[in-house]
């Protein structure tokens, strides 16, 4: 029996896979590859698909899972830490696009009486969730400033659209609908409130647990996916959006320790939904009607990019962020998003859109999702252009970046104050080093400048903020910041205002590492590259590879730029990194009560004639001794670290255990 939903989606992955490679050989995001498989597969195009609802469906599965995941890696403690982002400078940005769209709309005639003008104002001030995150995600951005801010406006958002359903009646003139359906959400939506807080500490942790236990990998990954869908199902009833569920439903799997885990299983899912999400949207656009009108949708697409960016960027730098942060928030918030078509829906049923405005607005929407991820990559560098301009000091530097340190000399600087940040911060402290930082967030700086941290405000891309730290002067310089372009500014600014520093950067990127060092970095601490060193440290050890031939490697590994780990055929700098003695273990044995053993001396065992093993040392209560006397008497409880090779290891331990005889 012919499946017709099977086919299409054989036609659409076919035609993804063919149009993505092309993407990829001219450097194409792979975003705007799946908008045009939509455009060519779709009913505007050479309607390939005919099973629109069901792929749309397959799309909204999509949606769920990118904010899942999303939710996952993000936690309910960062969640809290937005709040003055998500509140404040999502108002700000809904409120001010509204306003200023409704402007517009009359100004140019977009409908005739005020509700569609207000219904319009709303369509244009929601962003892309969907598009935004996936792009942060994808150049690992999420815990930027930037980033932060970016995901905070967009949270404000997804929650500002179930108010903004609910008024959409209002709007049209059926005020009735409003008063009747207000305040059950608010129940409801308190209520799954409560749910997340406690599902977060108390019962999924504790319910993964349980199935981890088990060991079951199918066990575990369906757990997953039902939290999941179960989460965004709850918030779908509650008249709330699939994709804010899914994002509390990864919040709540973010506070336990399974989360990573969690993240590995949906991840392949998430890639392969999300897929049909942006192919849909591609299908909605009307090619014919596109070029009709191509030059007034055009000119409206980048009116709405050019307004939200500017609006978006403003609330950013009134919320005391650095003018770079501010145009790369505003350029990432430039589009339409995805609940916009949503709420479309519910404005059609009530009257609140016309035929025409209605195709205009999805044409704008999609060209503007279509040219996200080219001015996301364009955002860094018109940064750094607009911040060599003549502007204002109230834009270029806010009230916090004042500050001055007092005349340090020989003084270490730390440019971020993320967890690495606060380390090296924690052992200058402990090591009597004077130290400044440098950070970004102005809450940040305002808490630790009360707790008496050497610490101001101020954007480091900036020779005027680094001069205030007093770079000159600097002997260690640490970059410990998230963003990739900004990094390497600041190496490159360094290392010209103080030739002489020690400048150690931190990246996550591997192909950073060369550049960087290009740049004038003395180090480039690769948080990949460090990872493995610890690891093989560790391998090592149990190999009983002497600590001294271990630092050895790993000085030369850090020495050499880490160019084994970034070339395959590279060789190992450790020509005398042997297996000295391969076949022996080390293993602890602990005396129990009924043993045989117990008063008996180490001679009297006479273990290493017997069983050809050695007592390394015993650990007696908070006692250790370590090459042990040979007249010591074992006790009750006594724990033995023993070398030896594996059989008789085995042997000697189950004699002392008292389960075999000498």
């Given at each position: 029996m012919e499946i017709p939903l099977l086919k299409d989606i054989v036609i659409l992955f076919s035609l993804s896979v063919g149009v993505l490679y092309l993407c990829h050989r001219f450097g194409i995001p792979t975003i705007v590859g799946f908008l045009v498989t939509g455009m060519v597969v779709g009913p505007y195009g050479l309607g390939l698909i005919h099973a629109m609802h069901e792929v749309e469906m397959l799309a909204e599965i999509g949606v769920?899972?990118?904010?899942?995941?999303?939710?996952?890696?993000?936690?309910?403690?960062?969640?809290?830490?937005?709040?003055?982002?998500?509140?404040?400078?999502?108002?700000?940005?809904?409120?001010?696009?509204?306003?200023?769209?409704?402007?517009?709309?009359?100004?140019?005639?977009?409908?005739?009486?005020?509700?569609e003008f207000i219904f319009l104002g709303f369509l244009m001030a929601l962003s892309s969730t969907a598009v935004v995150l996936k792009l942060i995600q994808d150049r690992a951005e999420v815990d930027s400033p930037h980033g932060r801010i970016t995901l905070g406006i967009l949270i404000f958002q997804d929650i500002i659209i179930v108010p903004m359903i609910l008024i959409t009646p209002f709007l049209a003139g059926k005020s009735d609908q409003v008063d009747m359906a207000m305040w059950p959400l608010l129940v409801k939506g308190a209520l799954i409130i409560i749910l997340v807080i406690v599902g977060a500490k108390w019962l999924v942790p504790h319910l993964l647990y349980q199935i981890a236990r088990t060991r079951n990998h199918e066990l575990f990954l369906l757990s997953i996916v039902v939290i999941c869908f179960g989460v965004a199902w709850l918030t779908a009833q509650a008249g709330l959006s699939l994709a804010l569920g899914a994002f509390l439903a990864g919040l709540i799997i973010s506070e336990s320790e399974y989360s990573h885990h969690a993240l590995g299983n949906i991840l392949p899912f998430r890639d392969v939904f999300t897929t049909f999400f942006f192919v849909s949207i591609g299908m909605m656009l009307n090619m014919g009607f596109l070029f009709q009108q191509v030059i007034t949708i055009l000119l409206m697409t980048l009116a709405v990019l050019t307004i939200k960016s500017?609006?978006?960027?403003?609330?950013?730098?009134?919320?005391?962020?650095?003018?770079?942060?501010?145009?790369?928030?505003?350029?990432?918030?430039?589009?339409?998003?995805?609940?916009s078509f949503i709420l479309s829906r519910v404005g059609l049923e009530n009257g609140l859109l016309s035929g025409d405005i209605y195709q205009q607005f999805l044409s704008v929407t999609i060209l503007s999702m279509a040219s996200t991820p080219f001015l996301l990559a364009l955002a860094p560098r018109l940064a750094t252009r607009l911040g060599r301009l003549p502007l204002p000091d109230w834009v270029t530097r806010p009230a916090e970046e004042t500050r001055t340190v007092s005349n340090l000399r020989d003084h270490l600087i730390i440019i971020g104050f993320g967890v690495n940040g606060r380390n090296v911060a924690r052992a200058a402290r402990a090591a009597g080093i004077p130290y400044i930082i440098i950070e970004m967030n102005p809450e940040t700086v305002r808490r630790e400048q009360a707790r008496g941290v050497p610490i101001f405000y101020g954007d480091a891309t900036r020779e005027p903020v680094l001069s205030r730290a007093r770079v000159e002067h600097a002997r260690v310089v640490v970059v410990a910041i998230n963003d990739p372009t900004a990094t390497r500014r600041i190496t490159e600014a360094v290392r010209r205002l103080n030739p002489s520093a020690h400048l150690i950067v931190r990246t996550r990127y591997v192909q950073e590492v060369q550049p960087l060092y290009e740049?004038?970095?003395?180090?480039?601490?690769?948080?990949?590259?460090?990872?493995?060193?610890?690891?093989?440290?560790?391998?090592?050890?149990?190999?009983?590879?002497?600590?001294?031939?271990?630092?050895?490697?790993?000085?030369?590994?850090?020495?050499?730029?880490?160019?084994?780990?970034?070339?395959?055929?590279?060789?190992?700098?450790?020509?005398?990194?042997?297996?000295?003695?391969?076949?022996?273990?080390?293993?602890?044995?602990?005396?129990?009560?009924?043993s045989p053993v117990i008063g008996k001396s180490l001679v009297e065992l006479n273990l290493r004639q017997r069983f050809d093993v050695s007592v390394v040392a015993i650990r007696r209560d908070e006692q250790l001794f370590l090459n042990p006397d040979p007249h010591l008497r074992l006790q009750s409880q006594d724990f033995l670290i023993l070398l030896g090779k594996p059989e008789p290891l085995n042997r000697a331990m189950r004699y002392l255990e008292g389960s075999m005889d000498g």
């Open positions: 769920v899972l990118l904010l899942f995941t999303i939710g996952i890696e993000f936690s309910l403690e960062k969640l809290l830490q937005l709040k003055k982002t998500v509140l404040i400078g999502g108002t700000l940005q809904v409120l001010i696009t509204t306003w200023v769209a409704v402007i517009l709309a009359k100004q140019f005639g977009f409908g005739g009486f005020t509700g500017l609006i978006a960027g403003l609330v950013t730098l009134l919320l005391g962020f650095p003018l770079r942060t501010g145009i790369l928030v505003g350029l990432a918030l430039g589009q339409i998003g995805e609940f740049l004038g970095a003395n180090e480039v601490i690769p948080e990949e590259f460090e990872t493995s060193v610890e690891i093989f440290t560790r391998v090592l050890a149990q190999y009983l590879i002497p600590r001294d031939t271990i630092e050895k490697l790993v000085a030369r590994v850090r020495a050499d730029g880490y160019q084994m780990f970034r070339s395959l055929s590279a060789p190992l700098p450790a020509g005398d990194l042997k297996l000295h003695l391969p076949d022996v273990e080390i293993s602890t044995c602990r005396i129990p009560e009924e």
